[in-house]
């Protein structure tokens, strides 16, 4: 799907469907009105018709309307003026997509024009990409039948003369993202049996060689060498090999410090000796969205070529039950050094993790963000609408919310509070891997900051926001436009 940036009288664009609003009660918007006037109020007809009351994500499809060069009308309801505003909005656009009939192949938007209470220009015109490619995405399924190909090719986005500037680079910063969501979608998407560690760390290899990225898989001997118990204990029980994958992109100046973002890529997780329950356990092939989420921020970086230093750590393996597993109270030395009573072999994710954070020190970072479906607990606390937030710097933890919030891909800052540190204890390691049922989320955030003292550190619990579960099945991408988002803003 090609996008473009556009200025110019609606009634005169020659297109399959010009998309254009109508608030409930019949206000038109000002495309809709431009065109009413041209069309000797053919717009007007339909409202007073009662065929378009406006009603929020209603929609209207008019053919061969005179005095209008396009083929057709999509007229979509806004919902009540007054109530306009981001949640609207991109419910607006995502119903003008699901409307479209499948013969167009190219449309024209009138929807970035739409005063919008708290989004920019940019927003609107990044946010039209990034949902017109949501909504159009189609899963990587295993299907013998492929799918036909979606038939819109060229999306016109329509915008007031002197927002063509700025419409065009927020157009291009919504492809990147919309690009790196596809990529995280897709890795998610992809089963156990396929999406393995090592299929992850080819990904990074074709990534480092489509940007120019430095990039470094390293196997289970390497991982050793680093001393790395941790991971290395998790990985064990599997008869599939572990990687370790490092991503560099080096476009900042010189002696910029990088942001080093880390993502926790089991590639499937059975909970190992402390077995997961069946049902849904197929839902843990997405136990990697993290190291997805990494793979699609670099993705969305590299289109961008943002000047900026980064680096990505992935730590990659399965968590498998076996004669060679990990048992419940075995303990583990991790790269810090610190020992690890593992008293849950389902608590994993910060097993390999923290190994990561360690490791992440030899880049004398700005900033660590990790990334990970670290705990049931978080989709109790948060659902699905936003990931939490965990930092050891206040300031940081609010740059990430913003970018969350501007990128509507949204974020909570949750405690971290000293007081719920002794529920890591242990009676024979220097800590528990487990702090039990109170505060899930956050004990599994007490017991990683115990590895990120020495630089501004940050994680995502995305347990929740990573995928859908139920009918509609499949890896959301989120949060890389958070942390593409981020990184826009760290670059700017
Ligand atoms: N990958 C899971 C977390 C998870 C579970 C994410 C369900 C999304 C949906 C993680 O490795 C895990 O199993 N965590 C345990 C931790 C517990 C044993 C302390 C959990 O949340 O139950
Ligand atoms: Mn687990
Ligand atoms: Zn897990």
New binding site residues.
């Given amino acids: 799907m090609e996008f473009s940036i556009k200025s110019g009288n609606p009634e005169k664009q020659r297109s399959d469907c010009l998309i254009v609003g109508v608030f409930d009660g019949g206000a038109l918007s000002s495309a809709a009105a431009a065109l009413d006037d041209a069309s000797s109020q053919a717009i007007s007809a339909v409202v007073k018709a009662g065929d378009m009351r406006g009603q929020l994500g209603s929609s209207v499809l008019i053919h061969h309307v005179d005095g209008i060069s396009a083929k057709r009308l999509l007229l979509v309801g806004l919902g009540k003026a007054n109530e306009f505003s981001t949640a609207q909005y991109l419910k607006v656009i995502r119903k003008s997509v699901d409307a479209l009939p499948a013969t167009v192949k190219n449309a024209s938007v009138f929807l970035a024009e739409l005063a919008a209470s708290g989004l920019s220009v940019s927003q609107k015109v990044a946010q039209i990409a990034e949902v017109f490619l949501d909504a159009t995405y189609q899963v990587n399924s295993l299907k013998s039948k492929k799918p036909d190909a979606i038939p819109l090719k060229k999306v016109q986005v329509f915008v007031d003369p002197a927002e063509v500037k700025e419409a065009k680079d927020a157009l291009k910063q919504g492809e990147a993202i919309a690009e790196g969501v596809k990529l995280a979608k897709d890795l998610g998407n992809l089963p156990g049996n396929v999406c393995t560690p090592t299929y992850l760390g080819k990904q990074a290899k074709q990534l480092a060689k489509d940007y120019g990225f430095k990039v470094e898989v390293m196997n289970r001997t390497q991982i050793e060498k680093l001393g790395m118990g941790s991971f290395l204990g998790v990985a064990q029980g599997s008869d599939e090999p572990m990687r370790l994958i490092v991503l560099q992109h080096k476009n900042g100046k010189k002696d910029d410090k990088p942001v080093v973002l880390v993502g926790k890529g089991?590639t499937f997780?059975t909970?190992g000796i402390?077995l997961?329950g069946g049902a849904e356990m197929d839902?843990?092939k997405?136990?990697m969205c993290g190291a997805a989420s990494v793979l699609g921020t670099f993705k969305s970086l590299g289109e961008l070529n943002l000047p900026i230093n980064a680096v990505g750590i992935i730590p990659t393996c399965d968590?498998m039950p076996s004669g060679k597993a990990l048992k419940p109270g075995d303990i583990v030395t991790s790269m810090s050094g610190q020992t690890i009573e593992v008293l849950?072999t389902?608590?994993?994710?910060r097993l390999v993790l923290c190994d990561a954070l360690t490791y992440a020190e030899r880049f004398k970072p700005s900033a660590v963000v990790d990334v990970a479906?670290?705990?049931?607990?978080?989709?109790i606390a948060l659902g699905q609408h936003a990931s939490a937030v965990y930092s050891n710097q206040d300031a940081l933890a609010e740059e990430l919310l913003t970018a969350g919030k501007s990128a509507h891909d949204r974020a909570w800052h949750m405690p971290m509070w000293d007081e719920y540190q002794p529920q890591l204890d242990s009676n024979f390691a220097d800590m528990a891997n487990?702090?039990g049922r109170p505060a899930?989320s956050i004990t599994?955030a007490c017991f990683l900051s115990r590895f990120a003292k020495k630089y501004d550190w940050a994680h995502l619990d995305i347990?929740?926001t990573a995928w859908k579960s139920g009918k509609q099945k499949g890896g959301t991408g989120r949060p890389v436009p958070l942390l593409t988002t981020f990184l826009i803003n760290r670059a700017s």
């Fill in positions: 089991i997780d909970g402390s997961k839902e843990m997405y136990d968590n849950n389902d608590a994993e994710g479906t670290l705990t049931g607990a978080c989709v487990i702090g899930g599994a347990a929740g």
